[in-house]
């Protein structure tokens, strides 16, 4: 690591999500001597990254900072002698996103990015070029830490584990830091004076909470989730409230993804109501990023703008450049990512990724215990990670045995001859970012496997707006 003088790599640069990084680093910028700024990205993405760029380099200005910020699409040469690279890209742009929510939803099921068919054809695209990211990093910058916070975060950090074979990795995700941020105002608290400790895998974790007296006020922040208080949901999950006596049964908080399958039947019906008006979130974030781009587009624009908290990923960034200030510091700072279990999960294997309470050192995260689960949630948990092994499986090896098995296992996804058509045609949708697939999806086209005209005509109507 050059000590003195960081080179720090961003792959999916021109993502709306760039100003909060860059302001992150500012914010940082006695604890970081960053020298090279690089932002990276694909030829269908150049017009975004010139725009964000361009703000980046204004933003970096205003703060008073000699950093040089550089604009490429050619990975390799942003990645030479790169001291940390965090990734936040998204394979097929928007538009794989579409078909991730209306193919879903006209089969009558969930559309959703990183649940239920959605989330598993996201792993399957993003699993390939992550991997590919590390073959270029072993070669160009070996030393490098790698903070990853592209969705599906946890099966992608778990991938550049187990597949990539590199252990320099931290993943990360928004929904535990929002949850920090807002719940201790709830009862009347400050974040310095609680202790959180998190446990599960990305996007289907709990947590428990205690003072700085020791006593555990996880019950206390609970009742509060039902007097209308702002515990940090996400932005884009619908809020139905938890079951109380299934909270007051585990004593512990779920995460707000945790809605898709306690309160599955809810959820399914307010994503087919979205569906039914071409209301999808897809549709929604193409609103916002037209606005974010829009405003990014200001000469005058020197700060993050608000409106940047509507994304739906807030925080990430900023998580980000704790993570690398905490690597680079050594700080041992508290902070929730995916990392491996190392037995902080005994319900888990320990040579596998999950997402818990850390400290975040030098030497990357160490994982603090947790401890065993109770039946039902280690019921979910056991589930819910070998699911992700076998998509992780999939996406590298392109077995289409695989990939039906994923469908079968996946709550979200009734299994039986709806979920294999399901299934053919998204892989069929996808065929352009699944080349392990390929022998497949030409047989599959050969059977007249295509996506039905309907659907079809309402991607095209949603792909037009972006």
Partial sequence: MSRNALK???????????????????????????????????????????????????????????????????RREALKDADFVSTQFRVGL???????????????????ETNGAGGIFKAFRTVPIILDIVKDMKELCPDAWLINFTNPSGMITEAIQQYGKWDKVIGLCNVPVM?????????GKELKDLTYKFAGIDHFHWHRVWDNSGKEVTMDIINKMYDGSETGLPKNI????????????????????????????????????????????????????HELFTLYQD??????????????????????????????????????????????????????TVEVSSIITASGALPLTFGHFQPAERGWIQLMKNMELVIDEAAVTGDYGLALQAFIMNPLIPSGQAAKDLLDEMLVANKKYLPQFADKIKELEGQGVTVHDQVAATIDEHIGQI
């Fill in 299 to 352: 000469p005058n624009l020197d700060h993050k703008p608000k409106q940047l908290a509507e994304r739906g990923g807030a925080h990430y960034s900023d998580a980000a450049c704790e993570a690398i200030a905490s690597i680079y510091g050594d700080k041992k700072t508290h902070m929730v990512v995916s990392t491996l279990n190392r037995g902080a999960l005994p319900d888990l294997p320990s040579d596998h």
């Fill in 179 to 187: 949850a920090m941020m807002n719940e201790p105002a709830t009862i």
């Fill in 238 to 289: 619908f809020d139905v409230k938890f079951f109380r006596e299934q909270l007051n049964q585990m004593k512990m908080i779920p995460c707000g993804y945790h809605r898709y399958y306690y309160r599955q039947t809810e959820m399914l019906n307010h994503s087919l109501e979205e569906f039914d008006q071409n209301k999808t979130r897809a549709q929604e974030v193409m609103r916002i990023e």
């Fill in 94 to 112: 928007l538009e794989a996103r579409v078909k991730d929510e209306r193919i879903p939803g006209s089969y009558g099921l969930l559309g959703q």
């Fill in 8 to 74: 720090m790599v961003t792959i999916g640069g021109g993502s709306s999500y760039t100003p909060e990084l860059i302001e992150g680093y500012i914010k940082r910028q006695d604890q970081l001597p960053i020298k090279e700024i690089w932002l990276v990205d694909i030829p269908e993405g150049e017009k975004k990254l010139n725009i964000v760029g361009n703000m980046a380099k204004r933003m970096v200005k205003a703060a008073g900072l000699d950093w040089e910020v550089h604009l490429t699409l050619d």
